[in-house]
Nanobody, 121 residues
Framework: VQLQASGGGLVQAGGSLRLSCAAS????????MGWFRQAPGKEREFVAF????????YYDDSVKGRFTISKDSAKNTVYLQMNSLKPEDTAVYYC???????????????WGQGTQVTVSS
């Protein structure tokens, strides 16, 4: 499975962006699709995931209530709708896939190339 993330850009604080992650191959029903981010000088961190079979979601507390992860099974695509963006949300955002119900980076085997999100104050 190859993952292609897109949709990043420059936005003012309080604004919104929607990221997309398109998968080139089949996403098995057992898959968990996740979003992570890495800010300059910081470690990559978990943002959100969605279980492909049920659509169940899980969020890091830092984005809960502002970000929404969703999927379009017909398009093999996962989305991350980001609202009320803050300067601290500035990072490269990555999508990834795992077969485990996990937020741990090491459990995700397949990664997209990342898309830059910059939030200005």
């Amino acid at each position: 499975v190859q993952l292609q993330a897109s949709g990043g850009g420059l936005v003012q604080a309080g604004g919104s962006l929607r990221l997309s992650c398109a998968a080139s191959g089949r996403i098995y029903s057992s898959s968990i699709m996740g979003w992570f981010r890495q800010a300059p000088g910081k470690e990559r961190e978990f943002v959100a995931f969605i279980r492909w079979s049920t659509g169940a979601t899980y969020y890091d507390d830092s984005v809960k209530g502002r970000f929404t992860i969703s999927k379009d099974s017909a398009k093999n695509t996962v989305y991350l709708q980001m609202n009320s963006l803050k300067p601290e949300d500035t990072a490269v955002y990555y999508c990834a896939r795992t077969s485990q119900y996990s937020t741990a980076i090491g459990d995700y085997r397949f990664w997209g190339q990342g898309t830059q999100v910059t939030v200005s104050s």
